[in-house]
T-cell receptor
Framework: DAMVIQNPRYQVTQFGKPVTLSCSQT?????MYWYQQKSSQAPKLLFH???????NEADTPDNFQSRRPNTSFCFLDIRSPGLGDAAMYLC?????????????FGPGTRLTVL | GQNIDQPTEMTATEGAIVQINCTYQ??????LFWYQQHAGEAPTFLSY??LDGLEEKGRFSSFLSRSKGYSYLLLKELQMKDSASYLC??????????WGAGTKLIIKP
């Protein structure tokens, strides 16, 4: 089945220790998104790529970076995680930005910062 | 600023009907989505409205009034598995999704 895969599902890191979260998709979608979601809050868009065009949300901290080496893969790098970065990180894809284009989500990576 | 409002929590009884409301103020409008999110899991797509009116899909229906900046999700014949958060999201003029914080729906036997 075509899908969005995130690894790992659970990630524990130490305060200030860099961590990388990965996402892959078999849907061949043009657009990939990274969201941060904290408990009982709306998903917060961090970045999105339309093909290789990178779009950084204005309020995404500099501590967060992203890479999309090819259509299928996208990575979220957190350079120096703080306690406030503990959250669920969701990767999503869509065919494009226009018209009816629902976003398909991966299962998420829950990040714990000790 | 852009804003999506939905009730924080609702409770309903198994077998009953529940309506979850969403009001929005966004810069432009290019469609409204409803997603279901079970605890600890990713959101899954439920419905999409871009024109005024009611869209029905099985036990779930979604309504949109663009002039009022208002939508609702109607769930019929509630089942215990419908216990989840329901997120309303609006696509703005830049085709960015603006998300609500979600409504936690609790189903009681």
């Amino acid at each position: 089945d075509a899908m969005v895969i995130q690894n790992p599902r659970y990630q524990v890191t130490q305060f200030g220790k860099p961590v990388t979260l990965s996402c892959s998709q078999t849907l061949n979608h043009n657009v990939m998104y990274w969201y941060q979601q904290k408990s009982s809050q709306a998903p917060k868009l961090l970045f999105h790529y339309y093909d290789k065009d990178f779009n950084n949300e204005a309020d995404t901290p500099d501590n967060f970076q992203s890479r999309r080496p090819n259509t299928s893969f996208c990575f979220l790098d957190i350079r120096s995680p703080g306690l406030g970065d503990a959250a669920m990180y969701l990767c999503a894809t869509s065919r494009g930005d226009g018209d009816y284009n629902e976003q398909f989500f991966g299962p998420g990576t829950r990040l714990t910062v000790l | 600023g852009q804003n999506i409002d939905q009730p924080t929590e609702m409770t309903a009884t198994e077998g009953a009907i529940v309506q979850i409301n969403c009001t929005y103020q966004t810069s432009g409008f290019n469609g409204l989505f409803w997603y279901q999110q079970h605890a600890g899991e990713a959101p899954t797509f439920l419905s999409y409205n871009v024109l005024d009116g009611l869209e029905e899909k099985g036990r779930f229906s979604s309504f949109l009034s663009r002039s009022k900046g208002y939508s609702y999700l109607l769930l019929k014949e509630l089942q215990m598995k419908d216990s989840a958060s329901y997120l309303c999201a609006v696509r703005d003029s830049n085709y960015q999704l603006i998300w609500g914080a979600g409504t936690k729906l609790i189903i009681k036997p």
